[in-house]
């Protein structure tokens, strides 16, 4: 049951679930979502702490990029079925479709000066 109510925790909390939403699109590093969200870096940070623990996400390095996608769920049976049903949920919510219809340009050279 531990596992079960610390997914659903990290899913309590708007910020993250619209970071789910936005990963659903594409990979995306912090300074991306946090520009996508007007969000503080270090807040967007810790959302993705509390969903990478949640087995939510997972996050891969590229050179300096640090690049956060969704997890494929294999780490939990609940994780799984969340992310699976997420991915039909709240898709006409008109604050998602608006992040949704501006991320193609978000771009991270532009934001972060690589």
């Avoid at 996050?59 to 699976?84: E, H, T």
Wanted: proline fraction near 4%.
């Amino acid at each position: 049951m531990r596992e079960f109510i610390k997914i659903m925790k990290a899913l309590s909390d708007p910020n993250r679930v619209k970071i789910l939403k936005l990963l659903q699109h594409r990979v995306l590093c912090v300074c991306e979502i946090r520009e996508a969200l007007g969000l503080a870096q270090s807040t967007v940070s810790k959302h993705l702490k509390i969903l990478e623990e949640a087995g939510l996400i997972n996050f891969y390095k590229d050179g300096l990029w640090v690049n956060y996608r969704l997890s494929d769920g294999s780490s939990s049976p609940y994780a799984a079925s969340l992310l699976g049903s997420l991915r039909h949920w709240l898709e006409d919510e008109p604050e998602i479709r608006a992040l949704v219809e501006r991320l193609p340009s978000i771009d991270r050279e532009k934001i972060c000066g690589a």
